[in-house]
């Protein structure tokens, strides 16, 4: 059996989490129980998946989308622009009709104001940031990026390195584009930062590398000071090196708090580096997701070699919606009140599924959980070898996860064991049944692995 | 004089234009005036741009821009969503949510109907059918078409087949992704399809062609259905060929009557070409530019090789906006009636450029214009060698056109006498002052040019 070695890894403490539970408390750790009482373990929780299995269930937990109620609390932005007159912009420009490629001067001035990033490097694009990342890599394939250097679809092999476990569709856009992507494990504070300096600074192929600084997909991990400092310090081999700063969360906290991050622009700029940073973030979650808008920001230098590229692209990007947002929110105080309503309604998600965890799996020494301040995912660790076990288990039983390995690059967890939970899409009482399902899951495969061990 | 030679082609019949005017009617032709004659209109011309100097003049004919009055036709459908019930699709989907890669059902049924396309080969985008287009050269270029053919941008020097004069963002498209343009002359039934024929199944570098089938930018040519058919049955040397079919006019008929268009799709599949075909619409001038919705629609094959990479671009586009639009026309048929509104306003503006060109030019065997029945736009023809000097010239006098060789691959136009006239974003009265800045300009330029000749 695959999974007997690595098991013996579970009982020290493991690496890429940052609240490890499942340490000895006043339970019995599984690995210390004998053949039978495991035995009795895995009957007890075949008997309830199999209770489950009669209930038909039709539970999703793959995807980081807003439920319900979260949606509601932007219906009234729907209404906000009803006539001619709601679309003249400050500039006097109208709206409905061509022109501005960028964004309307009160859209970007919101999103300035929201994240801290002057005006003059923000450019508004469509619905999605995910759009502008994968145009973005595409763009440095076919033109290169600011300052002449060869188009990376030209330079043979480029490759990326990839924060592991990390955001699929990061990964996916590598992967769609022959980009070969290096894992770094994650840490409590970030990405190894050692290990991201060992390729980023000694290969000239390596031209990129993903970043989710806030809340981290899937970890919930915000980078601390000083890897933010290191990132905007880093002095790669590779003259067209680029940092794709996805800040998907960057306002989305779980709790009355204001989690700091670092401003990677200031940073960057005081290490002369600026032109290394592209930016992105987007309202997907802040609003409606594929009806929100998306932003990217970079210095002087990259929009001016992304411009003339953008221009052929398209006329423009859809300013009513930019309207649309800018008066729903009137400033970027209107966002955070929001963002707590949001918080208001997700926390409770989160700590439901927390509290069957620590109910079900706390101190068995069989997984292990992040608790996350914000973003929308929880990350846990099985037991190594366990995770796709698990994945296939909980489908066939009609509760839907992000698919096992998911979060690594190429669909390729080396330890199988990280899956991620993403809460806020069911109703509180399906929320509570999808996690039971998990977790009996995940002790009738823990018990099955233990005793093969045994 | 570089003019000198090609101006004596002018009285015979010039051949990319329809309905040439500038024939000898009543008038003096003025190729057959003497030096004095020309002396005194030339002076008169001069004398009358003097007077329009001194009105200090900010007027725009450059761009297909809809005027006010055609955004106001549209501002109902500003206020047609504004509760989540309204977002609800007939699939049951909540649009405001993420979910649906290709478009809602209903706004598939909208444009099946508009535009006589089966549903299941169209996939609805984001605000710019332009951006679809970019967007498809480059998966083409990194990609490659369907069939697992080595992508675009691995084969070499590749080449488009560019009707001319068309559309300059076509050609932009091609210029900026390092794609060689082959120009091939506009007839008034559509490209000359023995030079496309010679070009297509010859040379397997030649990967595809522009086509504005209906109304073309800037003739205002609707395809015959002879170039349909041909276009259809073309047998490319290069098995990697493809048709980029931007039917942005598809419904933009100015007078009371139905322009036919031959099926591309029905004749491809006739003749078993059907993936040859991309084809692209948008409602940016039906509804708001910019914050309208764009399609595009290719064979099942294509779509089955694009969805995938479509959906590592994004996870969406906006269902709100494809709802908006679907709720405020009801029907293919509202679209018709809407058009109609649309005509009723940009005809009077067509006419009042027209019969200014008749009054200043006709006769006079000096210029030719097009009389469309629908599109943007009214081409211009001067004689040789004169285009860009009358572009100065109205430009010096506060007239922006369309720079001259614009509507040429690579800006080239080679005997310099195209003009593109966009007559849609003025007022009429502006626009008759436009319209006779302009016929002065290029009685001035004329006299002089036939003056330098004789």
């Not at 539970?21 to 075949?46: H, I, P, Q």
């Not at 400092?229 to 067209?240: F, G, I, R, T, V």
Request: hydrophobic residues 40%; charged residues 25%.
């Amino acid at each position: 059996m695959n999974g007997e070695k690595n098991c013996k890894t579970l009982s020290a403490p493991v690496f890429p989490l940052i609240d490890v539970k499942g340490t000895v408390t006043d339970f019995m750790v599984w690995s210390e129980l004998s053949r039978e009482a495991l035995g009795a373990l895995r009957d007890d929780a075949a008997a309830q998946l199999d209770a489950l299995r009669a209930e038909n269930l039709h539970l999703d937990l793959t995807r980081g989308k807003p439920g319900l109620a979260q949606l509601d609390l932007s219906s009234g932005m729907l209404g906000v622009i009803t006539s001619a007159e709601d679309c003249i912009s400050e500039s006097s420009l109208d709206c409905r009709n061509y022109g501005v490629l960028d964004g309307i001067p009160e859209a970007k001035r919101l999103f300035s104001d929201l994240l801290g990033i002057p005006e003059e490097r923000i450019f508004i694009g469509g619905n999605s940031s995910l759009n502008l990342m994968f145009d973005t890599v595409v763009r440095c394939m076919l033109f290169g990026v600011a300052g002449g250097h060869e188009p990376w679809g030209r330079q043979g092999r480029i490759k990326f390195i990839c924060p592991s476990p990390g955001y699929d569709r990061h990964f996916a856009i590598c992967r769609a584009l022959g980009i070969e992507m290096i894992p770094v494990e994650m840490t409590k504070e970030g990405p190894d930062m050692k290990a991201v300096r060992a390729h980023v600074c000694t290969d000239p192929s390596v031209k990129g590398i993903w970043c989710v600084p806030k809340f981290s997909n899937p970890e919930g991990v915000t980078y601390s000071d000083r890897v933010v400092e290191e990132l905007a310090s880093l002095k790669p081999a590779a003259p067209d090196f680029r940092i794709f700063w996805d800040n998907a969360y960057a306002v989305h906290e779980l709790y009355d708090e204001h989690v700091h991050l670092a401003d990677i622009f200031a940073a960057a700029e005081d290490n002369g580096n600026i032109d290394n940073v592209f930016y992105f973030a987007s309202t997907s979650k802040i609003t409606f997701p594929g009806s929100g808008v998306a932003i990217m920001a970079a210095s002087e230098t990259n929009l001016r070699h992304i411009k003339p590229i953008l221009a052929t692209q398209t006329i423009g990007f859809d300013k009513i919606n930019q309207m649309r947002h800018v008066k729903y929110f009137g400033s970027a105080d209107g966002i955070r009140a929001h963002m707590r309503r949001h918080a208001d309604i997700l926390r409770p998600k989160f700590e439901t599924v927390l509290s069957v965890f620590e109910r079900e799996l706390g101190g068995c020494g069989i997984a292990e959980w992040t608790h996350p301040r914000g973003g929308y995912f929880i990350s846990l660790n099985t037991m190594d070898d366990c995770a796709r076990r698990v994945y296939k288990m909980a489908k066939s039983l009609g509760v839907a996860l992000t698919e096992a390995g998911a979060t690594f690059p190429y669909g390729c967890d080396p330890r199988d064991r990280n899956l991620r939970i993403a809460p806020s899409y069911p109703e509180l009482s399906e929320l509570e049944t999808a996690t039971h399902v998990v977790c009996q899951c995940i002790r009738l495969v823990s018990a099955e692995a233990l005793m093969e061990r045994a």
